[in-house]
């Protein structure tokens, strides 16, 4: 079956470091996705009123490409896009009335019905290539890394769209020990990260940045992976504002772990995009070349 | 801070339109507080969101639309997945944002984003930020 891949628009600026290392990752893996041709901007988040339809079109558009393109399944990176493009397909499918409006408003494009599948990275890894497919192609084994999952929001509610149990889920964790590292959990994996709030509300967003850290650092892990360019703004570049005593807490998106473990080009990792403290650590732990340092 | 409830007759008026905008029933709330022990951005609202479903059910709706509350809010989702009346609360934050919005009246200033923030910001925020803070 044909899996369209949707970028989305912060994978192609701020977030190269997702998108190169996650790309890099499934060639190693020997897994094939197309990137749409055309895309435009989910909107971020999923319209919650029912009284308006308007903040539907553009996710919906997305997933009218990916039918386009033949594909059956969609697949995302941003814990966003994931979330509002998995949340629309779910109204175009159930919701008759909703359904026809926006088809008739769209005349221009073939009619959906809901067809494709949404489905996030972090699902292709588990349900169709396999951790025991992963774990047979590592190269580089992060043995000895403490890694804690950052699962965030938009991965996990509401549990309709929900990749895992929105109250105790276990895929990051599985990931992380797929890539021979040890997953450590800690009490602030499925909190908020403050989200859009950075914007509007910084001081709000900020003790979010300061209780993930701490909560982090009191479980003595390593680094945290997550799924999400906000998440990885308010919880890795953010920390700058903190100034917390013991240096940065590095945090990775998964797939740069996952490109690292099975020793794929390091230019596809770009830490230079990461917070700090990132590719110091994986330095330090010999799974990344010191010389490569600029 | 303290809650004013009047006595009479419950104005269920606002209620209803946010029933109209996204859905859901605020009148089912029994009060639990639930949604403000899990709820994140808890700590940076004034009143907390059980408070803000209280204000709902009396009617108080210039009070609820000028809380913090659902400015604070991040649309995170926490308290749907734990309220016991399953309310889909982000709906009702989303609601009481929008009967602000719709009058056109923004509550983020996209000029006002100093260029600094503006430059390092990863394109999602502003454009999460936009679509719940601008008309
Ligand atoms: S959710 Fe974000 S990254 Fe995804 S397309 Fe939209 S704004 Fe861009
Ligand atoms: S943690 Fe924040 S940015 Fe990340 S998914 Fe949640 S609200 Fe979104
Ligand atoms: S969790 Fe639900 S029922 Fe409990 S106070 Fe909050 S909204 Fe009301
Ligand atoms: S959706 Fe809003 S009100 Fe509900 S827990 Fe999250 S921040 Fe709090």
């Not at chain 1, 020997?30 to 339809?53: I, M």
């Not at chain 1, 490409?65 to 966003?80: F, N």
């Not at chain 1, 349900?127 to 992060?142: F, H, T, V, Y």
């Not at chain 2, 209280?54 to 509350?69: F, I, M």
């Amino acid at each position: 079956m044909k899996i369209s891949y949707y970028p989305g628009c912060t994978l192609k600026s701020k977030a190269r470091n997702f998108e190169d290392s996650a790309l890099a990752s499934l060639a190693a893996l020997g897994f094939e996705v197309t990137e749409l041709e055309r895309w435009n901007c989910c909107g971020a988040l999923f319209s919650l009123t029912t009284d308006d339809l308007l903040h539907q079109l553009a996710p919906v558009r997305v997933l009218i490409r990916a039918q386009q393109a033949g594909a059956g399944k969609v697949t995302t990176l941003c814990s966003q896009c994931y979330n509002t493009l998995a949340r629309a397909n779910r109204l175009m499918r159930e919701d008759e009335e909703k359904r026809n409006t926006l088809n008739q408003f769209m005349t221009e494009e073939p009619d959906y019905h809901g067809q494709v599948e949404v489905v996030h990275f972090l699902q292709l890894l588990r349900d169709e290539i396999g951790w025991e497919r992963i774990r047979a192609a590592l190269k580089r084994p992060l043995t000895g890394l403490k890694v804690a999952p950052f699962y965030g929001c938009m991965l996990l509610r509401p549990k309709e769209v929900g990749i895992d149990s929105p109250v105790k889920p276990s895929i990051l964790m599985d990931f992380i020990a797929a890539l021979g590292a040890t997953p450590t959990d800690f009490a602030a994996a499925e909190e908020c990260c403050g989200a859009y709030q950075v914007l509007a509300a910084p001081e709000a967003g900020l003790k979010r940045t300061r209780r993930v850290v701490e909560a982090a650092r009191a479980s003595g892990v390593d680094a945290l992976v997550l799924s999400c360019p906000l998440c990885e703004y308010n919880i890795g570049k953010q920390q700058q504002e903190l100034a917390a005593p013991g240096g940065a807490l590095p945090v990775f998106y998964f797939s740069q772990l996952l490109a690292v473990a099975l020793g794929a080009a390091e230019e596809s990792c770009r830490f230079d995009l990461n917070a700090a403290g990132a590719r110091e650590l994986l330095e330090e732990r010999g799974l990344i070349a010191a010389a490569a340092r600029k | 801070m303290s809650v004013f409830i009047p006595l009479g007759v419950l104005d269920d008026a606002v209620i209803r339109k946010i029933a109209e905008i996204s859905g859901e029933n605020a009148g089912r709330c029994m009060q639990c507080g639930t949604c403000s022990a899990v709820c994140p951005m808890v700590e940076s609202m004034q009143p907390s969101v059980r408070q803000l479903m209280l204000l709902l059910q009396h009617g108080q709706s210039g009070a609820a639309l000028e809380a913090s509350t659902a400015w604070t809010c991040a649309a995170c989702h926490t308290c749907l997945v734990r309220c016991p009346r399953g309310i889909d609360i982000p709906r009702v934050m989303e609601a009481i944002r929008q009967m602000v919005l719709r009058e056109n009246l923004d509550r983020i200033n996209p000029r006002g984003i100093p260029a600094e923030t503006l430059a390092a910001v990863p394109p999602i925020a502003l454009v999460a930020a936009f679509r719940k803070l601008t008309a």
